[in-house]
């Protein structure tokens, strides 16, 4: 069975980048679509970015566009996220997503394997 652990969350300033990975065990992310999702305090489980494993088939919530940049190293079994130009309404429990099939869900309820999330937090 495919685990999922995410690491790389902290605090930080606005304007700040991180890079937040997940790692996969048990299985390659071969055949799966991968996703980032984050999650504030009392609101619903939102879309950030996913891609198939193969590297292609990007998405991307609006809000996102052109700050955070989804990718895969298969190598290492990792997929990451990087974070540029952080606003504080980035700030959420990230959680990393996989979904076994040939097309890529922006729908959190669509996929099988979830990491526990790793913690962002951005001040202004």
Aim: charged residues 20%; hydrophobic residues 35%.
């Amino acid at each position: 069975q495919l685990r999922l652990a995410e690491s790389g969350g902290r605090s930080v300033q606005a304007g700040a980048s991180l890079r937040l990975s997940c790692a996969a065990s048990g299985r390659t992310f071969s055949s799966y679509a991968v996703g980032w999702f984050r999650q504030a305090p009392g609101k619903e489980r939102d879309f950030v970015a996913a891609m198939k494993w193969t590297g292609d088939n990007i998405y991307y919530r609006d809000s996102v566009k052109g700050r955070f940049i989804i990718s895969i190293d298969n190598a290492k079994n990792t997929v990451y996220l990087q974070m540029n130009d952080l606003k504080p309404e980035d700030s959420a429990v990230y959680y990393c997503a996989a979904e076994q099939g040939s097309t890529v869900p922006i729908l959190p309820q669509l996929y099988d394997y979830w990491g526990q999330g790793t913690q962002v937090t951005v001040s202004s």
